[in-house]
């Protein structure tokens, strides 16, 4: 149908209007959520800044703080393998890809078709006709609400990267302390052999001395319980072990039937300094905390979409057609019929269900708003649990040397005794053992020290780059 001339002037005074309005905005001015931050590191000597995530900053290859090639090797293979990255890849592709259709809607649609009859009956002769319309139609974004839509679109594009740069961590995290498991259950294996080694002497020699008829069958039973009890001790370690390479195994994205990391008896604990002061500026990459504030801003752009619902919304139509019997009368301009439309729509009586999606997009808004400052809050006890716990494990270690130390000495005294023919092989058994058990405790804090290490990059959102430097512990 042709425009009125009439109402051409009209249509064109109410283009640029709409143009205008569409620079209104129907969302509440975004401010980032306030988080009661302390003044300082209950445990650490950094200095607390307000949270404002930066998760995009360049965190480093932490892992190498740990200078061991294989974890390095490893670490590497997590972006391209690990299949919980992947799909935060995915997800992350998908929500970019949901941003660009929500901007596509802001542009106008254009639309092509065509037809083409044969009619005829008895008696009649047959006749043809053809038909070809372009069409278009646009919805002038008047109050905002296919602006905010993109915007919060764009949140959730920004929500979807932070939660890859989580999955990133978490799995190059987790890597490294089912790693560090299945050295130190390599190292805690071969100090278990050398008591299990002790045991079977132990129970030749008192077999010796029981068909001598020195010794009652008593010790001989106890003396094979003794042994019974550490080589069961070396399976409970072979599955520890085991478990925790199936474990580095899945999050490579390996099958754990052919993967396996190569027994290393001289592989040393080696752990990095943490800088004199930590900068809780790192504290702004954790992508949980980024995660969070965007999911704030686009709630905050979702109370705008669903107060656009109380205004009216506008729309332009236009098409040009042609209709003819021939394909060639197509393309006369006689034949040419155009159109151009407006269009208005407004919500008259809806009982309320506009207000309560705007009363739902405010809630939704406190939601987020609570859930990032506590997402701030718990980052802050994370990082101070860490520190804490690094600080109580350096100390043990200290100690745990010291009774190492000392068991050494006894065991090589008592060895000595024993080679003078002072003492029975059951001290010597005892003595080897306790050795055995301090060595075995050094070992676990000097390897629980690495896990914290790991636990306190995670709590930062990543390493420190170049402050830390390494300390190898032997």
């Known amino acids: 149908m042709k425009l009125l001339p009439a109402s051409r002037p009209l249509l064109l005074a109410l283009v640029p209007a709409l143009l205008l309005a569409g620079c209104a905005n129907l969302a509440p001015n975004y401010e980032v959520p ?9 445990e650490g000597n950094g200095v607390w800044v307000q949270a404002a995530p930066a998760d995009t900053l360049e965190r480093g290859p932490w892992w190498e703080l740990f200078d061991d090639p294989l974890l390095n090797a490893l670490a590497a293979q997590v972006d391209v393998t690990n299949q919980n990255v992947a799909a935060a ?5 998908e929500a970019r890809a949901l941003t660009r259709e929500q901007r596509a809607a802001m542009f106008p649609q254009v639309t092509l078709d065509g037809s083409a009859n044969r009619t005829g009956a008895e008696n009649r002769s047959t006749t043809r006709s053809y038909r070809v319309n372009l069409g278009a139609s646009w919805e002038p974004d008047v109050f905002g609400r296919l602006r905010l839509t993109v915007d919060r679109a764009r949140y959730g594009e920004q929500v979807a990267e932070a939660d890859l740069a989580a999955a990133r961590l978490a799995a190059r995290g987790e890597l490294a302390s089912n790693y560090f498991t299945v050295r130190q259950a390599d190292l805690f294996y071969a100090l278990q052999k050398d008591v299990v080694a002790g045991y079977q002497r132990s129970v030749q020699i008192t077999r010796n001395r029981y068909d001598a008829g020195v010794v009652a069958r008593t010790d001989v039973l106890q003396a094979e319980s003794q042994l019974a009890n550490a080589q069961a001790d070396l399976l409970s370690l072979e599955r520890t072990r085991q478990t925790s390479e199936h474990a580095v195994a899945v999050l490579v994205g390996r099958a754990p ?26 504290l702004q990459r954790r992508p949980d905390i980024a995660a969070a504030e965007r999911q704030v801003a686009q709630a905050n752009a979702a109370i ?10 506008f729309g332009l139509t236009g098409s ?7 394909i060639g009368d197509l393309f006369k301009a006689s034949n040419l019929v155009w159109a151009l439309g407006l269009t208005a729509t407004q919500m008259v009586f809806d009982a309320g269900a506009t207000t309560a999606r705007v009363d739902q997009s405010r809630a939704a808004l406190g939601q987020a708003a609570a859930h990032y400052r506590q997402t701030a809050l718990t980052a802050f ?38 080679e003078a ?5 059951t001290e010597v058994i005892t003595a080897q053992q306790n050795a055995a058990t301090a060595r075995r405790a050094l070992v676990q804090a000097q390897v629980d020290r690495q896990v914290t290490i790991v636990a306190l990059i995670q709590a930062l959102g990543g390493g420190w780059g170049g402050l ?4 190898a512990v032997r």
């Open 34 to 42: 306030s988080v009661d931050t302390p003044a300082s590191f209950k």
């Open 421 to 425: 023919g002072q003492v029975n092989y």
């Open 89 to 93: 890849i995915a997800a992350y592709e």
């Open 468 to 471: 830390g430097t390494t300390q």
């Open 320 to 326: 040009i057609s042609s209709v003819g019997t021939t």
């Open 257 to 282: 039937a052919d993967f396996s990391i190569p027994v290393d008896l001289k592989w040393t604990v080696s752990i990095p300094r943490l800088p004199a002061e930590v900068p809780s500026t790192l």
């Open 304 to 313: 705008g979409v669903a107060r656009a619902g109380y205004f009216p919304s």
């Open 381 to 418: 006890q994370n990082v101070e649990d860490q520190l804490i716990a690094l600080r109580v494990l350096e100390e043990q270690q200290v100690l745990r040397a010291e009774a190492s130390r000392a068991a050494d000495l006894v065991e090589r005294q008592i060895l000595n005794r024993y």
